[in-house]
T-cell receptor, first 114, second 114 residues
Framework: GESVGLHLPTLSVQEGDNSIINCAYS??????FIWYKQESGKGPQFIID?????DKRQGQRVTVLLNKTVKHLSLQIAATQPGDSAVYFC?????????????FGKGTHLIIQP | DAGVTQSPTHLIKTRGQQVTLRCSPK?????VSWYQQALGQGPQFIFQ???????QRGNFPDRFSGHQFPNYSSELNVNALLLGDSALYLC?????????????FGNGTRLTVT
């Protein structure tokens, strides 16, 4: 089976609210995790990554949290905007970066309500 | 700074035919990976090329082959096409194989097999 999965296939949030997208992984040997955003008709766009020696990493309006104890990863988007509507994928590998093949989950479709 | 570019954007082939997809990596990148994304699914790793050699391969049959050229561009070839090969084929690039850098994806080639 897949090593990485998503808790919810669809997440609907109000514009301006914070969004939290969750991801569970099963491979305890994974040491690199990455979030991608994919808009309709486009390829996945890099959002943020985190390595297993970290619990939290922040970017512009986004935060990734890693809980290795329960093998859980989350992406928090602050002040959600209409442009955030997309499918969000988490992915992982054991090599610490993009050099080796990533295992992707099925994705969560984030819908922004006006 | 050009990102990852792929050609063609769309392609229709008949079962049993062969197809070649092309990719130019992001400027400064030398490692190219290919992924297959079925409708409604996350991308699946096909293989990766570095220094003109296949470095790593996912769970895909030998009908899927590739090549990397001295300018780091790459081709994906699929022989004896099956209906199930219909998918979005994504190319991604990064720098090196040991450096911890994220993958950057192109917008893909949509292959339809009839």
């Amino acid at each position: 089976g897949e090593s990485v999965g998503l808790h919810l296939p669809t997440l609907s949030v109000q514009e301006g609210d914070n969004s939290i997208i969750n991801c569970a992984y099963s491979n305890s040997a994974s040491d690199y995790f990455i979030w991608y955003k994919q808009e309709s008709g486009k390829g996945p766009q890099f959002i943020i990554d985190i390595r297993s020696n970290m619990d939290k990493r922040q970017g512009q309006r986004v935060t990734v949290l890693l809980n290795k104890t329960v093998k859980h990863l989350s992406l928090q988007i602050a002040a959600t905007q209409p442009g955030d509507s997309a499918v969000y994928f988490c992915a992982e590998n054991m090599s610490g970066g993009g050099a080796d093949g990533l295992t992707f989950g099925k994705g969560t479709h984030l819908i922004i309500q006006p | 700074d050009a990102g990852v570019t792929q050609s063609p954007t769309h392609l229709i082939k008949t079962r049993g035919q062969q197809v070649t997809l092309r990719c130019s990596p992001k400027s400064g990148h030398d490692t190219v990976s290919w992924y297959q994304q079925a409708l409604g699914q996350g991308p699946q790793f096909i293989f990766q090329y570095y220094e003109e050699e296949e470095r790593q391969r996912g769970n895909f049959p030998d009908r899927f082959s590739g090549h990397q050229f001295p300018n780091y561009s790459s081709e994906l070839n699929v022989n004896a096409l099956l209906l199930g090969d219909s998918a979005l084929y994504l190319c991604a690039s990064t720098w090196g194989v040991d450096y911890n850098s994220p993958l950057h994806f192109g917008n893909g080639t949509r292959l339809t097999v009839t």
